[in-house]
C-alpha cells in the first residue's frame, strides 16, 4: 500500500510539474532549425537605398511567446547599403566574418552581405546593452561601458569580445528580409542563442 502510494504520489508529481517547468521556458529559445523571418518594407528599403556608409536605424515588431504570456515587442537592426569599395574595406575590417561569412555555432554559414546591403544586430556582443550610431564620432558607441564599433561593426575600443553581429538577409524577388538572432553575448565566438 505504500509504496503503491509513493509511486502514485510521483506519477502525479511529473504530471503537475513538467507543464509547470516547461511553461517557465520561454518558447522564443528556440534553437535553430526554426526561424522567423521578418520582411522589409518599402519605407525601409528606400531608407536603406539612401544609406550608403551610413547606417540607419530600420524598427520592427518582434513576437514574443513565453509561457501562457505572448507580446509584441518593438525592437530594431542597424541596416547600411555598402559604397563602391564597401566590399573590400569590410573584408579588411572584419577578419572575423571570412570570406564575408558569418561563421557561428546553430546555424551554417550565411553571407553578411546581400544585395549590398548588411544588417547589424542592435544588441552588443559585451553584456547586451544597444551601441547607438554617433555621427559625430562615425562610430557605434555602446553607453553601457564603453565599446566602440566602426560602421563596419569592427570592434575598435572597450571590453565587448567581437564585433558586431551580422543578421541573416534573404532576398525573394527582390523582397528582403531579416531573421532576428540572438547570440551569446561575452565570448569571441558566435553561438546561436535563439531564433526569433
Ligand atoms: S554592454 Fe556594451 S560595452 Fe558592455
Redo the contacts with the bound molecule.
Keep these: 500500500m505504500a509504496g503503491a502510494t509513493v509511486v502514485l504520489g510521483g506519477i502525479v508529481g511529473i504530471g503537475v510539474g513538467i507543464p509547470a517547468i516547461l511553461s517557465l521556458v520561454p518558447t522564443e529559445a528556440i534553437i535553430a532549425g526554426s526561424k522567423g523571418l521578418w520582411p522589409l518594407n518599402v519605407a525601409d528599403i528606400k531608407q536603406l537605398q539612401a544609406s550608403t556608409e551610413t547606417p540607419i536605424k530600420i524598427n520592427f515588431t518582434h513576437h514574443i511567446k513565453d509561457g501562457y504570456v505572448e507580446m509584441d515587442e518593438p525592437e530594431y537592426v542597424w541596416g547600411m547599403k555598402l559604397g563602391q569599395d564597401g566590399m573590400a574595406k569590410l573584408q579588411a575590417a572584419r577578419p572575423d566574418l571570412p570570406d564575408l561569412k558569418v561563421v557561428a555555432t546553430g546555424i551554417s554559414p550565411y553571407p553578411a552581405v546581400v544585395m549590398g546591403f548588411m544588417m547589424f544586430s542592435s544588441i552588443?556582443p559585451?553584456?547586451?546593452?544597444k551601441?547607438l550610431w554617433q555621427p559625430s564620432m562615425q562610430k557605434f558607441a555602446?553607453p553601457?561601458?564603453?565599446?566602440q564599433f566602426t560602421k563596419y561593426g569592427e570592434h575598435v575600443a572597450?571590453?565587448?569580445p567581437r564585433g558586431l553581429d551580422p543578421l541573416p538577409i534573404e532576398e525573394t524577388s527582390g523582397i528582403a528580409k531579416i531573421t532576428w538572432i540572438r547570440y551569446k553575448q561575452g565570448e569571441p565566438t558566435r553561438i546561436v542563442v535563439s531564433y526569433s
Design positions: 552588443c559585451h553584456l547586451g546593452c551601441p555602446c553601457c561601458h564603453g565599446s572597450g571590453p565587448a
